[in-house]
């Protein structure tokens, strides 16, 4: 009985002795898991962009050159038309009445300057015989005269008469998108109405506007000047085709503080049309060596911007930077990134300056599409 009343003590006193011990130390956090990627040096063009609207390279409205009334439309509305073909048709009664009183009235003239002529050629030998007096000679020539001007002026009339009659066929001008008839038939039209407008689209300008600090480096910058110009369109595609500048408008509207620009594009095929929406981008300057990251690289901080970087040890350290501008999915850093910088593409959330990071590594190029999505 005193055994198990000396062996019940010492057991609760081991008890209590076990309880006391610490606790086994808890495993350290594995480092954070980050994406990586390399910063991308090269020579890197710098692009300004302008928006415009395409224009035809001529515009011609067609108006019909005599009064009557529309009898057909022959061409195809929208289609392709060449120098030359009919357009419209007029009715040509009216002006072919014209014509033929006008050279009915030419032939009755002709007649009459013919007996002019004979009463000439036989009274100047009656007055060399003093058979008839001067006089009369030299009414006979004032009347020869004026016959042979009565017949000029009617063989000009005879002339525009047969011009109103083939005006009553209404051609176009020029080559081109012949546009969407403005004049039904059945209407009476005259030389104060459109019938339609054909635009010649190859090539094909661009008008946009420039500021006036744009104007001033474009005139001071052989560079600038000579860039060739991109037409990006409203569906985010590029034109295959490049343009030029072709030239400036004559002033800067004070409005704005613009000034009204044309770039000309080549247009084979006529794929473009005049009131399309058009970006122009031209590569104005170039910068030897920039720094590129992707823009998933790059966090904005209070106003500044701030790159994570990861060196050989795997440690990460935050770093201001100072950025330049986006160009597609990536970002050109002006200050702050050195050639050979790993920076951080996914996870910059999760890392602190100091912090020991499990990097994986991805393409830049991957990063910066990343960077899009």
Not at 365 to 373: D, I, V
Request: some cysteine; aromatic content about 4%.
């Amino acid at each position: 009985m005193k055994r198990c009343a000396v062996v019940l003590p010492l057991i609760l006193s081991l008890g209590a002795i076990a309880c006391d011990k610490p606790e086994a130390a808890k495993a350290p956090a594995p480092p954070p898991a980050v994406v990586v990627s390399p910063v991308i040096q090269r020579d890197q063009p710098l692009y300004q962009e302008w928006i415009g609207t395409t224009e035809g390279d001529v515009n011609a409205e067609i108006r019909p050159r005599v009064d009557g009334y529309l009898l057909r439309r022959v061409y195809a509305e929208g289609s392709f038309v060449h120098q030359g073909d009919v357009l419209f048709e007029i009715d040509a009664r009216q002006v072919q009445a014209q014509l033929q009183q006008a050279e009915a009235n030419l032939a009755q003239a002709q007649s009459g300057l013919t007996k002019a002529d004979r009463d000439v050629t036989r009274f100047e030998p009656l007055a060399a015989q003093k058979a008839i007096s001067q006089q009369e000679l030299d009414n006979a020539r004032s009347a020869q005269s004026a016959a042979r001007a009565t017949v000029g002026a009617l063989r000009a009339a005879v002339e525009q008469a047969k011009l109103n009659f083939s005006w009553t066929r209404v051609i176009s001008p020029i080559s081109g998108i012949a546009g969407i008839a403005q004049a039904q038939v059945g209407n009476l039209v005259s030389p104060q109405t459109v019938l339609a407008t054909v635009s010649r689209v190859d090539p094909i300008r661009v008008l946009y506007q420039m500021s006036e600090q744009e104007y001033l480096q474009f005139q001071n910058d052989p560079a600038m000047r000579n860039a060739p110009l991109d037409l990006i369109l409203s569906d985010g595609s590029t034109f295959p085709q490049k343009g030029r500048v072709l030239l400036s408008g004559r002033d800067v509207d004070v409005k704005t503080g613009t000034i009204a620009t044309l770039g000309i594009f080549p247009n084979p095929g006529n794929r473009l049309r005049p009131g399309q929406y058009a970006k122009i981008r031209a590569a104005t300057q170039i910068r030897r060596g920039a720094i590129l990251v992707p823009q998933r690289a790059v966090n904005e901080m209070q106003g500044g911007f701030q790159v994570a970087v990861v060196d050989n040890a795997n440690v990460a350290r935050i770093r201001s930077v100072q950025a330049g501008p986006q160009l597609g999915s990536l970002w050109l850093i002006d200050k702050g990134l050195q050639p050979g910088d790993r920076v951080i593409v996914e996870g910059f959330a999760r890392v602190k300056t100091g912090m020991t990071v499990a990097p994986s590594e991805a393409p830049a190029a991957a990063a910066g599409a990343a960077g899009t999505r």
